[in-house]
């Protein structure tokens, strides 16, 4: 075939109109077309016998037989400009048009969106699909799109567990984050931390609380949480000025991160040109936090020795790129550190706020949780000094709590995005690679088929009609799928057991230490804005009160 395939050749005159070389279609008036769908099928790749037998004409000796395949069915999806119309009339509030699009073509659907609506992304609503994907398909599901060229310099590369592609490279970062940091010993290693951190917040919510009416509770979590992880993060020798500092970089890197993202949509060549100045900013951004976060680093590398907890930058500093045969340099581990304290930090302080939100609206589940509290620490304590981590285990109210609050309000409504190693196919139609898949978690822990009326909040639906727990909830999505405020899969989030206990204990003693009430009666305003995570629209405020028996 390649001897009739030049660009500088004029076309072969198959039909003989200029001179005959062949004509196996004849020539003239009367050619005709027929043997040439041997040729097309044999292409293919298929066993096509050319045996030749004489009938009325030079026939095939054996007749061909051709499969058709059906043409393959993307998801379906509205056209480009619906959609804009739909974003307009919104307020640009995707989610609703995304609710739209589910009850119009059914649980998974495209949806094309970016400059030159080109690349298409898939989305998943139903939890019976997404574990089919993620679960029963994991390793197929497990890859993430190719970071933008903003992405790749807020991410050094994309050298984070999070965005990494599926490979050597993110089973190392994985790896190391469980097994050194994660696994329970570690966990437990860091009580300390946790309490010297849990007695911070404490002190602070009184001395508030004595001072004025209303405590404005999200700034309290974010920086108890997020000293917990900088304690984590960089050894306990870290103090309160410069736990200020690390956070202060780190708010302004979140807020900024943001206002990168529309360079992506621009062709790469122009990006550095229309947006100068921001490229700029981020350049400058990036230099601080290396400069706020390198000394912490390098002062790790003189204490390994000398402290017996083991601080997750101390990991970093060994490790080998599988491919490369090279150690991690200074802004690849800045950025996995990086990486440790955000994805730890909003998540956990805006769950703490929903639930304490939820508790604070309906007085009746805060009080049957201080009872559950109470007995058990006055069981467990002849002298009733405080809540111990031990404790936590004997509360099933409490850990129903905490699970009705993550299905009620997951800090995200989507999963990060996946896309396939492989072409594959997912409830009849194709999922092609590269293209991205979104699962919408919001939906999966509101659907009326799993969750009985889905829109209340009511702890009592994890629990047996004893009281107790009922078979331990499978919040990972390994048995199946109700709700995923952690993932699922093989990228399931690695520290979704640290980030529930870290949510039992600060709830427990938050109930345990104050009697909550809102600033407006039962007035408490559940309405929901995006962020870094879902937040509330109006963050809460409540009056406390220090419990009586408790010690000061």
Not at 539 to 552: D, E, S
Request: hydrophobic share 40%.
């Amino acid at each position: 075939i390649g001897s009739y395939q030049s660009d500088d050749t004029e076309a072969f005159d198959i039909i003989g109109n200029k001179e005959i070389k062949m004509m196996p279609f004849g020539a003239g008036r009367r050619s005709t077309l027929w043997l040439i769908w041997s040729d097309i099928f044999s292409g293919s790749g298929n066993n096509v016998d050319l045996s030749e037998k004489l009938e009325f004409i030079v026939t095939m000796k054996n007749p061909l037989c051709a499969h058709i395949r059906p043409r393959k069915k993307f998801p379906p999806g509205p056209f480009a400009f619906s959609v804009i119309t739909g974003l307009l009339r919104a307020n640009a509030d995707i989610e609703l048009i995304l609710r739209d699009l589910k009850t119009k073509y059914g649980p998974i659907f495209n949806l094309r969106i970016g400059i030159g609506f080109r690349r298409p992304s898939i989305f998943v609503a139903s939890h019976s699909l997404a574990y089919q994907a993620l679960v029963q398909q994991g390793a197929v599901f497990s890859d993430r799109p190719k970071a933008a060229q903003t992405s790749v310099s807020l991410q050094s590369c994309r050298f984070n567990i999070s965005s990494a592609p599926y490979g050597p490279s993110w089973r190392l970062l994985r790896r190391n984050m469980v097994s050194e940091i994660l696994h329970p010993s570690r966990i437990k290693s860091y009580s300390k931390v946790r309490s010297r951190v849990l007695t911070i917040l404490i002190q602070q919510l009184r001395s508030d609380s004595a001072a004025t009416e209303g405590i404005r509770l999200i700034d309290h979590f974010h920086y108890a949480t997020f000293y917990l992880l900088v304690l984590m993060c960089f050894g306990e020798n870290i103090d309160e000025a410069q736990v200020k500092r690390i956070n202060d970089v780190q708010r302004r890197w979140i807020q900024s991160a943001g206002r990168f993202i529309n360079l992506s949509f621009f062709p790469r060549s122009l990006q550095k040109i229309i947006h100068r100045k921001k490229w700029k900013e981020l350049l400058q951004l990036i230099q601080e936090q290396e400069c706020v976060f390198v000394p912490l680093i390098e002062a790790r590398m003189k204490a390994k020795t000398e402290e017996d907890v083991v601080a997750y930058a101390d990991t970093l500093l060994n490790l080998e790129f599988p491919e490369k045969k090279r150690k991690f340099n200074q802004g690849e581990i800045v950025s996995l550190c990086s990486e440790f304290l955000t994805a730890g930090t909003d998540t956990t302080a805006t769950s703490l706020q929903w639930i304490m939100a939820n508790l604070v609206k309906y007085p009746s589940i805060q009080e049957k949780l201080y009872q559950e509290i109470s007995e058990i620490v006055s069981r467990e304590n002849s002298k009733p000094d405080g809540l111990k981590e031990e404790d936590l285990e004997k509360m099933p109210y409490l850990k129903a709590v905490i699970l009705e609050g993550l299905r009620r309000h997951p800090p995200g409504h989507f999963l990060q995005p996946h896309t396939v190693t492989e072409e594959v196919e997912l409830n009849g139609y194709v999922i092609p690679k590269d293209v991205a898949v979104n699962f919408m978690v919001a939906d999966m822990g509101l659907d009326p088929q799993v969750w009985e009326n889905p829109l209340d909040f009511n702890p009592d639906r994890f629990l047996s009609a004893g009281g107790h727990d009922k078979e331990v909830f499978d919040i990972t999505g390994v048995r199946e799928i109700k709700m995923m405020p952690f993932g699922a899969g093989r990228r399931v989030c690695p520290g979704y057991g640290l980030a529930m206990l870290h949510l039992e204990h600060i709830v427990a003693n938050l109930i345990w230490h104050f009697e909550w009430k809102a600033v407006d009666g039962n007035n408490v305003d559940l309405s929901e804005k995006l962020e870094f995570t879902v937040m509330m629209k109006n963050p809460l405020c409540a009056r406390i009160r220090p419990r009586v028996n408790q010690p000061t």
